[in-house]
């Protein structure tokens, strides 16, 4: 189910890319990021209801501030700065060398998560170099 939903994602993210990407040619960036987070924000808002009234603990609403609620703030502040820095960079520069060079920005927790000590499988080796080769092949 893990990997139905993994795939999934992609492509649900690959598309809203490609399209924020188009749009972000006709419109200002921040208006594009904006409405897309705003989407975004209702879907959580839906879950976060969701969540309190049938009670699964997936959903849950967790807001003590020692929970992750503070970090949840700052990668969501984060997360949109990084959007609209990439939106900027698809409406001005070629679409097929911007995505590719954010798409590796993925190394950075790759490489905190192996200094940690962290190692991978042999099936997640070969689902990295997967991933790492299409972005470069892309970027061609």
């Known amino acids: ?14 598309t809203a890319d490609y399209l924020a990407g188009n749009l972000s040619k006709r419109y200002r960036a921040i208006a594009v990021t904006g ?17 309190t009234f049938f009670g699964h603990e997936l959903i849950s609403p967790n807001l003590d501030f020692d929970g992750y609620f503070i970090p949840g703030l700052l990668a969501g502040v984060s997360g949109f700065i990084g959007l609209l820095a990439f939106y900027t960079g698809l409406a001005t520069g070629r679409m097929g060398v911007v995505s590719p060079i954010s798409s590796l920005s993925v190394l950075i927790p790759l490489s905190v998560a192996y200094l940690d000590g962290e190692r991978p499988t042999f099936a997640q080796v070969i689902g990295i170099s997967i991933a790492l080769l299409g972005a470069f092949l892309a970027s061609g």
């Open 35 to 51: 409405v897309s987070q705003f989407f975004g924000l209702i879907f959580g808002l839906t879950a976060l209801v969701i969540g």
């Open 1 to 14: 189910m893990g990997s139905i939903l993994a795939l999934f994602s992609s492509l649900l993210w690959g």
